[in-house]
């Protein structure tokens, strides 16, 4: 029996996300795009701009967002690094109290201002609360994260078209669980004048029915849940002691294991 820990909800093994920084007035375009085309993704807002020239207002954060995720990204957008480990802490969890009272429910994800982080500063960020931090460190591939406190992706926005093709021909027999990842900021549409990329983008990698549409966090998540899977000495018993139901492949077929159920394989 070959048993493998690399499905996604429904039995599928790709997953798709995109993620935003910045809470520019341009995401409510973004965001109305993406609806159009069922994709799925997670924006990371600096709390302290929110309601600024050229920012959404905090009064359009739930709304707006509804369906994806809002995330953090410290609350004045500084370089992580350049700040007393004190600061660090402060930007985050600053952040995530005054972005909870807005969508309330609890943010446990952010990107790096800037791109910018170290050792010292993923410690931080996990000491916040932080249980996922985004680089800028795009690595062209559809792999999950080693690490998820330095959760690299597969390309801007700029690129995706030039990773869609590919990774839209991947089988369903690709080995391991393959995730899209796409990250940038609204205003660049704008300012490249190139919104179309977004078009061309949905219509070619969006409402497909063996791509899994999720956020970063969902992502997470699912992950975190797939690995608390138990199994049995003699292989033959697989336990999921968590509350959302995971997929796997037994020879090559996608087995469900519900909430909290036992299965024999």
């Known amino acids: 029996m070959r048993l493998h820990?690399?499905?996604f909800p429904n039995g599928l093994n790709k997953a798709l996300t995109v993620s935003f920084d910045d809470g520019r007035?341009?995401?409510?375009?973004?965001?109305?795009?993406?609806n159009t085309y069922g994709i799925r993704g997670t924006f990371h807002l600096n709390s302290g701009n929110l309601g600024k020239a050229g920012y959404i207002g905090r009064e359009e954060v739930e709304p707006l967002y509804q369906g994806h995720e809002v995330s953090a990204h410290t609350v004045d957008h500084p370089a992580l690094p350049d700040l007393p480990p004190e600061q660090i802490v402060e930007q985050i969890r600053k952040d995530r109290l005054a972005l909870e009272q807005l969508v309330h429910y609890p943010v446990k994800g952010m990107s790096y201002p800037y791109g910018a982080y170290n050792d010292e500063v993923a410690v931080l960020v996990q000491a916040a609360g932080m249980e996922y931090a985004r680089t800028v460190n795009s690595h062209g591939s559809y792999h999950k994260p080693e690490d998820w406190l330095r959760w690299h992706p597969t390309c801007h926005h700029k690129e995706m078209l030039e990773?869609?093709?590919?990774y839209?021909?991947?089988?369903q027999s690709h080995p391991g669980m393959a995730v899209f990842y796409v990250w940038g900021h609204s205003y660049e549409f704008e300012e490249d004048q190139n919104w179309e990329l977004l078009d061309r983008f949905g219509e070619l990698a969006g409402g497909r029915e063996d791509i899994w549409y999720a956020t970063n966090a969902e992502i997470f998540s699912y992950c975190q849940a797939v690995d608390r899977l138990r199994l049995s000495a003699d292989r033959r018993l697989l336990h999921n002691p968590s509350a959302q139901a995971i997929w796997v492949s037994k020879d090559g077929e996608a087995v469900e294991i519900k909430a909290g159920e036992i299965i024999r394989l």
């Open 163 to 166: 990773y869609a093709d590919p």
């Open 168 to 171: 839209i021909r991947l089988e």
């Open 25 to 34: 007035d341009y995401d409510r375009q973004l965001v109305q795009k993406l």
């Open 5 to 7: 820990f690399d499905r």
